[in-house]
């Protein structure tokens, strides 16, 4: 299952063809698994979980967890970054364990943060 996405960063990628894309957020995971990734449109296409390192939470047990979940990963023109405009955009998926329990799975404090080199 698809999330809400969000959040999102727009920004002018230089010649250099390099950024470093940290994104983190807080999970709230019970008896199933919450994933964030990073696709990025616009001047590249780079879609999610290619090139872009996931964070996620797996927890198949009916209690509830909140974690703070992170990556971070070093974007190059070998890994399809294009100059230009490109945006930088967290999504989430979400898969529910629903055996025998209920699945509870929760998404908060989504950031997001790209810097250019």
Not at 75 to 95: E, H, I, K, P
Request: net charge negative.
């Amino acid at each position: 299952t698809d999330l809400a996405g969000g959040p999102e960063v727009s920004l002018y990628v230089g010649s250099t063809r390099r950024v470093l894309v940290m994104h983190s957020a807080r999970l709230f995971v019970a008896n199933g698994s919450v994933t964030q990734g990073v696709e990025v449109a616009g001047a590249s296409n780079i879609p999610v979980g290619s090139q872009v390192e996931n964070a996620d939470l797996l927890n198949q047990n009916p209690l509830s967890v909140w974690a703070a979940v992170s990556a971070s990963t070093v974007l190059t023109a070998d890994s399809g970054l294009q100059q230009g405009t490109n945006v930088f955009r967290c999504r989430y998926q979400a898969d529910a364990h629903d055996n025998p329990n209920p699945s509870v799975l929760q998404v908060a404090s989504r950031t997001i943060t790209v810097i250019p080199f």
